[in-house]
């Protein structure tokens, strides 16, 4: 849906409720897409949403519940009778039941779960005991199972009965009599045996399972790693209880890449939307990093403080402490970036370290060759300071871009080994850390060449 | 397969192919996952890796061919004979093939295509001529099309008789006698359906198809805004010609993560993997932005220079310099990296520009005030600095973070109005912005506030 149309879908959606022409907005609202109803529901007005949520079928209006962020689900719960409440609760798939009561205050989890049927109550608490981003929560309950000694003629019966109310049933997930996990089958290998074959004889056992309590991004790594698209999630004793798919899986590797994001633009990571959280919570995700950040750059000033008479008997200096700065920082977060993306996507290993310094130690010979020859035809050509000064600035810069991109490809891969996430290394810390040893390397050099302070 | 293990297990079958035990290497190579003996290949010697791969038996062989990096497969092509080339392409699925042939070298190309079929060779010919990162080279040939005249009974025996070779069954495609794209129907609806139904009283008609051109990007987005699981790429007369499968979008979606991520670095973004990239190509993708971001860090410079009768009539000034700059990029980079992020999820839109503003600002408030105040704090306590130093310091240091965060928050919605990728603005451009800001503005207030220099 293009962004007018959305404009223009709103907009003829709350003329026609306030000019009651229900069964107008009804069609209207039935031609577009779940998921697009779900984001027209976002941007409503409570009593509208409520009024034209009540107008759609049971099948779509469940849909679209499960796409609608927990706010504008909470308000609909609020908003429609027990009964209501009951049959949406009774479309929707198990995993979305969960997703959705998690996020729910505690007064109204107690009203959805009375409207559910007892088994289904039994399920939900027995789910939300699983830790937030482990395997368990991810799962769905609804897959095909099939016992090891069935026939495939008597699994085609059990599928064409059972199939319409799983999640998937590409895959069919095998146990034996007392549930234990054995294997899987997929619906191909199904379709394309005999009759009397039994199940048994065509289970694939080589497969891969997690527990309840594995971390999800452990998971998403096995999705990614093995192409997976389903896995079955056990209990201690092998026990099948659930199965995760891949369009959950997606939403968990998303959430890693805003993670990674995130901490590398120095934002302790959260869940929640920008729009949707407040401006002190925000202020609570950066306030801490920049104070870090801000005391660590201290440093800095204490270097600067400590060479005062070199930059007294030549002010000049100073007009490039930040082009150094900021060129040994970008340096810097160029190699973190790209090891930190490595070792997220696992191209890159722990045991790769002592590649990594040779590459970048042979890179910044490169790119800071390069550099510093620009920036010595600028200095001569434009600034038209002294040779001296200039051989300076330059030499300091290609020894920045030195540290820089051997800190920048090291740091990372030395987080990883202490267990610490490597994103954490990306360009504020580096920047902090290459800022020093550039000043450093800067006013060293300029006492050294052009025999001034010190 | 643990770290451990990888290396113990590559040490022993380099040992076992050295000492001519080929049985007992075929035993313990095959008791591993196809994915991580294509790991195990990466890093053999060339002759050890034909040798081994030899010895598998062809199914293995051809999935564990899919996963090998480029460079190893061409290794392989050049080690095997024509008669065993064939037999691994034949047993390839297509999509897997077309990957591989697109990375070969013109020589290689013409002699696999010498070796596969004549029907292959024609479909590989005209999918090779989708553009790179298009919805046609995305797609897979292998998937279960039924007419839409046929009864459910009719497509049963189809689906039993063809399935195998069908990369997913879960969905089915429809299409009339010319293959125009009818709709889909869900291998659940068909077997829960009667003998006697035609298919086009159960075809799905309200589905998202692509054109063969549109880019992977825009296939990645729908994917994930309306949760599918496949969807069928057409011609320009909607004729059905493919299908994209979620595992294939998987890669396009961390392809996209990276970019943004390399991007948000500095890094110009690639597709090769760090530790298969070399030196030179390494620095080419940096050595642009550093140019760029060097020279115009030279307006910083150049702001110093105009001001330097402030700076030699206070060269403590200069020490508090770094400080304000670190600061003032990281407040910015924090709310470039939530807003990038936002727009590439899709929770942010442009239209939301006002109030990200007026959040930022609110934020900007909160977090600057904290800042000056705990800045305040040290530089009368442990820099013990003049008050009326520190006042400037610190009033710049919040006029700065006020700036850095309405600046972050806003040129990632103006690049993505002027179709930009948002990403460009993350940190190293917002730095430069908001390091001449601060730096006219600490300048400024000192010349004021403490009535020196200008």
Redesign the interface.
Same mark, same amino acid.
């Given at each position: 849906m293009q962004?007018k149309d959305f404009y223009k879908t709103l907009e003829d959606l709350g003329r026609m409720v306030e000019e009651r022409q229900f069964s107008q907005a009804r069609t209207l609202l039935l031609d577009e897409?779940p998921?697009d109803i779900a984001e027209l529901f976002e941007e409503m007005p409570e009593n509208t949403l409520v009024l034209l949520f009540r107008l759609m079928p049971k099948e779509t209006a469940s849909e679209v519940f499960s796409h609608l962020d927990s706010d504008v689900q909470q308000r609909i719960v609020e908003g429609v009778t027990d009964k209501e409440l009951a049959t949406i609760l009774d479309e929707l798939f198990f995993d979305d039941t969960v997703d959705f009561i998690e996020e729910m205050p505690a007064n109204l989890v107690k009203r959805v779960l009375k409207n559910t049927d007892p088994t289904t109550r039994r399920l939900i608490n027995q789910v939300l005991k699983y830790p937030e981003d482990s395997a368990g929560s991810l799962m769905t309950l609804e897959f095909m199972e099939l016992k090891k000694d069935e026939t495939v003629a008597q699994a085609?019966v059990d599928?064409?009965?059972n =199939?319409?109310e #799983?999640e998937?049933?590409?895959t069919c997930f095998v146990t034996s009599a007392t549930r234990v996990l054995e294997g899987t089958v997929t *619906? &191909?290998?199904i379709?394309?045996s005999r009759d009397d074959t039994t199940i048994q004889e065509i289970v694939d056992k080589?497969i891969f399972s997690v527990g309840t309590t594995e971390d999800q991004s452990v998971v998403a790594d096995l999705?990614? #790693?093995?192409?997976l698209?389903s896995m079955p999630v056990v209990d201690s004793e092998n026990r099948l209880v659930g199965v995760i798919t891949?369009?959950d899986v997606?939403d968990v590797?998303?959430e890693e890449? !805003?993670e990674?994001?995130?901490i590398?633009?120095?934002?302790t990571p959260s869940e929640d939307?920008?729009?949707k959280s407040s401006?002190?919570e *925000?202020?609570k995700h950066?306030?801490l990093?920049?104070?870090v950040?801000?005391?660590s750059? !201290?440093i800095?000033?204490?270097i600067?403080?400590r060479f005062?008479e070199v930059? =007294?008997s030549m002010?000049?200096l100073?007009?490039?402490?930040?082009?150094l700065?900021?060129?040994g920082?970008?340096?810097g =977060? &160029?190699s973190?970036?790209?090891?930190?993306?490595?070792l997220a996507?696992g191209?890159? #290993?722990t045991?790769?370290a002592f #590649?990594?310094i040779r590459?970048e130690f042979?890179?910044s010979l *490169?790119?800071g060759s390069?550099?510093a020859m620009?920036?010595l035809g600028?200095l001569l050509l434009l600034?038209r300071v002294s040779l001296m000064v200039a051989v300076t600035i330059c030499i300091s810069l290609f020894c920045t871009v030195i540290v820089a991109k051997i800190c920048g490809g090291l740091l990372p891969i030395l987080a990883e080994k202490c267990k610490v996430d490597p994103a954490i290394m990306?360009?504020?810390l580096i920047?902090?850390i290459v800022?020093a040893v550039s000043?450093t390397i800067y006013f060293v050099l300029a006492t050294a060449i052009l025999h001034i302070g010190g």
């Open positions: 962004v897409n998921v085609i599928i064409r009965r =199939s319409l #799983k998937t049933i590409e *619906l &191909q290998n379709l394309t080589d999705f990614k #790693k093995y192409e698209l891949i369009d997606l590797i998303e890449n !805003s990674d994001i995130y590398m633009g120095a934002v939307s920008y729009l401006v002190f *925000l202020a950066r306030i990093w920049l104070l950040l801000m005391i750059a !201290s800095t000033g204490f600067i403080r005062d930059l =007294s002010v000049l100073a007009a490039y402490i930040p082009m700065m900021d060129t920082g970008n340096a =977060s &160029q973190a970036t790209m090891i930190i993306r490595g996507l191209e890159i #290993k045991r790769d #590649k990594i590459k042979a890179i *490169l790119v390069v550099l620009v920036n600028k600034d990306a360009s504020p920047t902090t800022d000043l």
